[in-house]
């Protein structure tokens, strides 16, 4: 892939990982953002070319994938992704742009409970009317998960999983995938792959994993569904990101989420990182919240 490539969503996790991961590469790449800010000021620091726009306006669309070659595809948990797909389609084919890697979701499916999920399902169905190459990603539950429902108060995990199981994935190592195939996408086109983490574990082996690497005691708590829902409301999530999270926990204890592969490594030539490693490299935020006496 010599053209440009358009990263969206860069200023997000597995946005800003692919950029970099291309960039170290000496690919030439277009990171979209929705804002300047200084999330943005790193990618350009780090030699992209930044452009703002949002993923459902055309204009803003069509300038930002002019002379791209490939584009990652990446919108957030909210009501609009049919439409920013819809866009994206549109400026792809007037663009003449050769593959899209589009990010989905484990649990996209035609019937999923998560009206976030079925709409992963049919922008992947959109996408594949694409003239050119498409892959779409379909990831277990983000490693970063244990960042995001850290209780830091207590040293716990809350959710509603209950007693089921998964192989965390980082998104350094989603960034290593979706940057591996941005750069050859033709070898994978028409390919949906499953991406999972090192190995698969209960929220009690995670709990576990952390606290040896910590040096203090975590805890898993499983709590029942309603529960788990309320609390993300108290949180103030929106009630779309909230609907999603309900039937995500529903699914993860269905097994939906479980299982592992070697398509990682398949795809960069390494290992994902397992949860002790994400731990190390997340520790500083762990220990941020540790009152020292005095």
């Known amino acids: 892939m010599s053209r440009k490539i358009l990263v969206t969503a860069a200023a997000g996790r597995t946005g800003s990982q692919t950029t970099m991961r291309l960039l170290e590469q000496g ?28 993923l459902t306006d055309l204009s803003a669309m069509s300038k930002a994938t002019r002379d791209v070659g490939a584009v990652y595809f990446n919108y957030p948990i909210l009501p609009n992704l049919l439409e920013a797909t819809t866009v994206m389609l549109q ?69 509603a999983f209950s007693g089921a199981r998964h192989a965390p994935i980082a998104a350094e190592d989603l960034g290593r995938v979706i940057s591996a195939i941005l750069i050859d996408p033709n070898v994978h086109a028409g390919e949906t792959y499953e991406l999972f983490g090192k190995i698969e574990m209960d929220h009690y082996e995670i709990a576990a994993a952390m606290t040896r690497v910590l ?33 995500v926990a529903i699914d993860y204890q269905n097994g939906i989420f479980s299982g592992t592969n070697e398509v990682v490594r398949t795809l960069t030539g390494a290992d994902p990182l397992g949860v002790e490693d994400f731990i190390a490299r997340n520790r500083e935020f762990y220990e941020s919240d540790i009152k020292t006496p005095g």
């Open 91 to 159: 400026v792809a084919t007037e663009n003449k742009i050769e593959a899209i890697v589009n990010m989905s979701q484990m649990p996209a499916r035609r019937d999923a409970g998560s009206h976030a999920s079925r709409k992963d399902w049919l922008c992947e169905r959109t996408l594949d009317h694409f003239a050119g190459s498409v892959v779409h990603l379909r990831p277990t539950m983000f490693a970063e998960w244990l960042t995001r429902f850290w209780d830091r108060e207590r040293s716990e995990l809350r959710l």
């Open 27 to 54: 690919r030439s790449v277009r990171a979209l953002v929705r804002r300047l800010d200084e999330r943005a000021d790193k990618l350009s620091a780090m030699g992209a070319e930044i452009a703002v726009g949002d």
């Open 215 to 247: 040096g203090r005691r975590v805890t898993y708590v499983p709590i029942e569904v309603d529960q788990f829902r309320t609390e993300q409301i108290e949180k103030g999530f929106n009630p779309y990101l909230v609907q999603h999270l309900t039937n």
